[in-house]
């Protein structure tokens, strides 16, 4: 993806994934819509500053039981979203709006039956986009994609970067 976003083609990721891989892998950060939040940044519950895990980590292995928010001395916790735990809203808002905007929506390693994150296919279909989902099963969107390829994502990314490229 990241050989895509520098071919000029690819704008935006949203990942339901918290693992942080796509800023790993060198994406821009500004493109990347963690509808699920992710496991290595904190968010105080207060004031909403978010900051990197090793921080609060660090503070832990230098004697503090229960690191508070540096601005606020609110209660941190994990960005990632936990059940019952409401989407953080301006996310999804950008997600959608790119699903909105984009030509084509390549939904890639996904079973797309987790919404909201599922509402981009169509979102993009509704706004004229074409849709490409590229899986190693069959998806609940199948039948509103344009392009349907199943098989190793693995092997199926490069053949598309080098196409695009």
């Not at 296919?121 to 392009?147: F, H, L, Q, W, Y």
Request: glycine share 8%.
């Amino acid at each position: 993806l990241v050989e895509l976003e520098r071919a000029g083609v690819l704008h935006a990721i949203i990942t339901q994934n918290i693992d942080r891989l796509h800023h790993k892998a060198g994406n821009d950060p500004s493109r990347i819509y963690e509808v699920h939040g992710n496991a290595l940044s904190t968010v105080c519950w207060s004031c909403g500053d978010v900051r990197e895990m090793t921080e609060a980590i660090e503070r832990v292995r230098a004697g503090e039981s229960d690191p508070a928010c540096v601005l606020c001395n609110g209660i941190l916790k994990s960005t990632t979203i936990l059940f019952e735990e409401s989407l953080v809203q301006h996310v999804i808002e950008g997600a959608m709006r790119s699903a909105e905007e984009c030509d084509v929506l390549l939904a890639v390693g996904s079973t797309l039956s987790v919404y909201p994150a599922a509402y981009a296919v169509p979102r993009a279909k509704s706004a004229g986009a074409r849709v490409v989902i590229v899986n190693g099963s069959p998806t609940e969107m199948d039948g509103a994609a344009d392009v349907v390829v199943q098989g190793s994502i693995s092997e199926i990314l490069p053949a598309l970067v080098g196409w695009t490229g």
